[in-house]
T-cell receptor, first 116, second 112 residues
């Protein structure tokens, strides 16, 4: 597709369950970012991939959160033993990471996670 | 990363020019300044990026003084559809190790 695609758009789960959120970036974009946004707040950085490797995962809140990007394209954010505080919109963005406008991130519409 | 400060909210009317200022006193030499717009239930969307002086594109202008400790996003002749949250980001956007941090943003409300 033309833009960043995220699935599911909405996910409701119960406390303690495992969740996977998928991001399909724009074709050819080498950089991929995950953010988390709570109501009324700006997006909070979680992790950044350059190709297949996590170049910066310092934003992951704890070891229940993990993300992969095995082939340098699609990425999956995995949350184990979900807690109510994990409820938020999870945003994915990609970037070509080249040129003067390398700071231009292309965001998906997000996956809204609700933990009951 | 440079910490940014923006007004929490601004109100305007259709057809007016809106200027949103961002303070970033500890901006580093290699940092760029980037602005994003976000509508409800959507991801942020890139508006404009600059390093110094003035940058203009089809939707906005970005004014950066010589000391680069602040920047002003200028939206000419706003319309109702410009009602959104605007974020100022400051950081290095080259190579690896980027951590683009958003602040709380400025909620712009445009009325008739």
């Amino acid at each position: 597709g033309a833009g960043v695609s995220q699935t599911p758009s909405n996910k409701v789960t119960e406390k303690g369950k495992y969740v996977e959120l998928r991001c399909d970036p724009i074709s050819g974009h080498t950089a991929l970012y995950w953010y988390r946004q709570s109501l009324g707040q700006g997006p909070e950085f979680l992790i950044y991939f350059q190709g297949t490797g996590a170049a910066d995962d310092s934003g992951l809140p704890n070891d229940r959160f993990f993300a992969v990007r095995p082939e340098g394209s699609v990425s999956t954010l995995k949350i184990q033993r979900t807690e109510r505080g994990d409820s938020a919109v999870y945003l994915c963005a990609s970037s070509p990471q080249t040129g003067a406008r390398s700071g231009e991130l292309f965001f998906g519409e997000g996956s809204r996670l609700t933990v009951l | 990363l440079a910490k940014t400060t923006q007004p929490i909210s601004m109100d305007s009317y259709e057809g007016q020019e809106v200027n949103i200022t961002c303070s970033h006193n500890n901006i580093a030499t290699n940092d760029y300044i980037t602005w994003y717009q976000q509508f409800p239930s959507q991801g942020p969307r890139f508006i404009i990026q600059g390093y110094k002086t003035k940058v203009t594109n089809e939707v906005a202008s970005l004014f950066i003084p010589a000391d680069r400790k602040s920047s002003t996003l200028s939206l000419p002749r706003v319309s109702l559809s410009d009602t959104a949250v605007y974020y100022c980001l400051v950081g290095v956007f080259t190579g690896g190790g980027n951590k683009l941090t958003f602040g709380t943003g400025t909620q712009l409300k445009v009325e008739l």
